[in-house]
Each structure stands twice: as C-alpha cells, then as structure tokens.
Nanobody, 123 residues
Framework: QVHVVESGGGLVQAGGSLRLSCAASGRTFSAYAMGWFRQAPGKEREFVAAISRTISTTYYADFVKGRFTISRDNAKNTVALQMNSLEPEDTAVYYC????????????????WGQGTQVTVSS
C-alpha cells in the first residue's frame, strides 16, 4: 500500500508557473514509477507526465512538452511537477499516482492515487 498526497495547486494567471508536490508514504517509494494525471470538468482523466523508478526516464503528454517538468527525490519520497507557461486549458484537478508495473498513459494501469489538487489558470 502506498499513500500519496498532493499539494501546491492554486490560482495563477496565464503565462505563470506553479509547482505541484506529491508526498508518498508506505511501501518503498523507489519501487514505484510516479506520475501525474489531470481531469478538467466534463472531461476524462488524462495522462500528464511520469517518471521511472530510477529517475532515468521521463514521459510527457504532447500538450505539456517543453512546459512541464517532472522530478522525484527518492530520499525524500517526493515527486514534483513544475508547470511553466500555464494556459487556461491547463485548468484541472491534478492527481499524483504510483505504479508498481510498467509506466502507462492509461489511468487504470496505475495502482495508487491521491485526492488531487486544483489548478486554475485565469486568462
């Protein structure tokens, strides 16, 4: 069992930045790939970014490439999502997830989820 808690959401103007954090507890953090998904009102939850267990590989959705950066600190059991050049279309609830298997962009493949943190980008 892994428990994850997100923080860092808020309201920001278009073009601004936010940094989301996710703290994990429970089983060995480094045994899990970590990822971020988001869900906008009326839309399905979608993959944003993921990072492998060893920090060697990162994955991004096309719509965030060059703007968002995922990172993790296995010593602190944390994963972060640095979001720059935010757009109103980035408004959503952002979820942190942990995956014991291979990284997937499909939400049903991920094992553990946080409660989410709201990100609102005003135009």
């Amino acid at each position: 069992q892994v428990h994850v808690v997100e923080s860092g959401g808020g309201l920001v103007q278009a073009g601004g930045s936010l940094r989301l954090s996710c703290a994990a507890s429970g089983r060995t953090f480094s045994a899990y790939a970590m990822g971020w998904f988001r869900q906008a009102p009326g839309k399905e939850r979608e993959f944003v970014a993921a990072i492998s267990r060893t920090i060697s590989t990162t994955y991004y959705a096309d719509f965030v490439k060059g703007r968002f950066t995922i990172s993790r600190d296995n010593a602190k059991n944390t994963v972060a999502l640095q979001m720059n050049s935010l757009e109103p279309e980035d408004t959503a609830v952002y979820y942190c997830a942990a995956d014991s298997g291979s990284i997937s962009t499909k939400q049903y493949n991920w094992d553990y989820w946080g409660q989410g943190t709201q990100v609102t980008v005003s135009s």
